[in-house]
């Protein structure tokens, strides 16, 4: 079985080691958002635009498809950075 998992770019030091061993096992790494502090989808256009290119390299690293939004906060502006960022987006909820 693979799962995917949410890693916060910004929010606290991450272990790569880890990271490296997941992916390299074939489970699916995502991004959750930019710090967890619930700003970026609220952020001005152009901080909002930093934020969520602040991952760029994990995400090329990682080969990162994916985005969740922290506590599924989101506005449309926030969800309209995403395409061509991401392949895929789970913030919206069915």
Do not use: I, K, N, Q
């Not at 890693?7 to 080691?17: F, M, Q, S, T």
């Not at 061993?21 to 991004?31: I, P, Q, S, T």
């Not at 985005?67 to 599924?72: E, V």
Request: net charge positive; charged share 25%; with cysteine.
């Amino acid at each position: 079985a693979r799962s995917t998992s949410f890693v916060v770019p910004c929010g606290w030091r991450l272990d790569h080691g880890l990271l490296g061993e997941a992916h390299a096992r074939g489970h699916e790494l995502g991004v959750h958002g930019y710090d967890h502090t619930h700003r970026t989808p609220f952020a001005a256009p152009a901080e909002r635009r930093a934020r969520v290119l602040a991952a760029r390299s994990l995400v090329e690293r990682y080969a990162m498809r994916g985005y969740r939004a922290p506590s599924l906060l989101r506005t449309r502006a926030l969800l309209e950075e995403l395409p061509g960022l991401y392949a895929w987006d789970s913030s919206v909820p069915t």
